[in-house]
């Protein structure tokens, strides 16, 4: 056996299967830096960092993690270069395809949160039909983050809400309707409805920012943060990042167990 395998085996088998994080969350970052120190163009981290998202969704799958939520475009990267975004839209429509039938096989259901309607037709069509070929799975849910800011998906609920208000809920009293506004509530209004908080967040390139991803949703998470660029993480250093999470103590605001 290989020192590399020793090692890989090793740490997966460190990992307590007891106390798995049930969501993982990934900013995948450091895919323009990749390949710049290589002296290719941005789109070439890009491309690599494609093969990683495979790589951490098979990893998660075989671990037993029931949600991946991944990073993949947010509502700030239309700012980037036209021929990055376009790039990274046809990356997106040629990911959506490849992975249908992969996806099928591990039983994997495709659930996408953002604002998915100002996506351009071309990948709405591809992703419309994974969606729906993927949505009896039960496996693990893949969770892509397109065309997703933090910010806009707390006044998309804010408005939603406000919208059933004035629609179902005019004849009851104000106070009623304040009151019926809890945690709970305004969690089902997020795009995430139904999923479970992350568990763990990880941030790759080293980076201390969330730049603007689940907001709400990661109140309680433990953060890993590694100087690793996306396209060279690898399969050891999500099993390290799962291996640091089940080391920390979680007291949710509450005081340490003795
Ligand atoms: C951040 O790196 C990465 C992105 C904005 C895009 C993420 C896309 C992928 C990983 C590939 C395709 C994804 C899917 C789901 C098929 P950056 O470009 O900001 O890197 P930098 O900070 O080094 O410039």
């Not at 949160?113 to 992703?127: A, H, M, Q």
Request: proline share 3%; glycine share 6%.
């Amino acid at each position: 056996m290989k020192n590399s395998s020793l090692a890989h085996d090793s740490l997966i088998k460190s990992i307590s299967a007891g106390k798995l994080p049930k969501h993982i969350a990934i900013i995948m970052d450091g895919n323009g830096r990749w390949a710049a120190k290589k002296g290719l163009p941005r789109t070439a981290g890009h491309k690599k960092g494609m093969d990683t998202v495979d790589m951490a969704v098979t990893t998660c799958k075989n671990l037993g993690i029931k949600v991946l939520t991944l990073y993949a475009f947010s509502t700030e990267n239309w700012r980037r270069p036209e021929k990055e975004v376009t790039f990274l839209m046809r990356l997106l429509k040629t990911y959506i395809i490849l992975q249908r039938q992969k996806l099928m096989k591990n039983k994997i259901r495709l659930n996408v949160i953002g604002r998915i309607s100002e996506l351009p037709e071309f990948v709405k069509k591809e992703l419309v039909k994974t969606l729906k070929a993927t949505s009896g799975n039960t496996e693990m849910t893949l969770n892509l983050a397109l065309n997703y800011g933090g910010r806009v998906e707390i006044i998309d609920a804010v408005r939603h809400i406000l919208r059933d208000v004035l629609e179902s809920k005019k004849d009851l009293a104000p106070e009623a309707v304040i009151n019926s506004i809890d945690e709970e509530t305004f969690s089902s209004y997020l795009y995430t409805a139904g999923l479970p908080d992350p568990d763990l967040l990880i941030r790759t390139s080293g980076e201390f920012r969330l730049s603007n991803f689940l907001l709400w949703q990661i109140a309680y998470s433990e953060i890993y943060i590694t100087d690793i660029l996306w396209p060279d993480f690898k399969e050891e250093d999500l099993y390290m990042s799962v291996l640091a999470y089940q080391q920390r103590e979680r007291r949710f605001g509450g005081v340490k167990r003795i």
